[in-house]
């Protein structure tokens, strides 16, 4: 049985937009800024060492991952306000 605090609720979830090339963009460039951002933590360089980059393999994970919330929130926001 659906509770009915649920019913109440789905009608306010907004629109999500599709995948488009926007997205992706802005997705791209947030995660470019936080890896750059992340070399200036205090110890990038604690663990296996990325070749191409002045930081380490974990940093660089985590810098992606934190890049991939950051773009999701900006794409959602700029959708809520209808830029997207």
């Not at 907004?14 to 997205?23: F, K, L, M, S």
């Not at 393999?57 to 794409?75: E, L, S």
Request: glycine share 8%; hydrophobic share 55%; charged share 5%.
């Amino acid at each position: 049985m659906i509770s009915s605090i649920l019913l109440a609720a789905q009608p306010t979830v907004p629109t999500t937009p599709a995948w488009n090339p926007t997205v992706g963009i802005i997705i791209s460039i947030s995660c470019l800024v936080i890896v750059l951002l992340s070399t200036r933590i205090e110890k990038p360089l604690v663990g296996p060492k990325f070749p191409i980059l002045p930081i380490s393999i974990p940093t660089f994970v985590a810098a992606m991952a934190f890049g991939h919330i950051i773009g999701v929130g900006i794409v959602l926001g700029l959708t809520n306000i209808g830029r997207l």
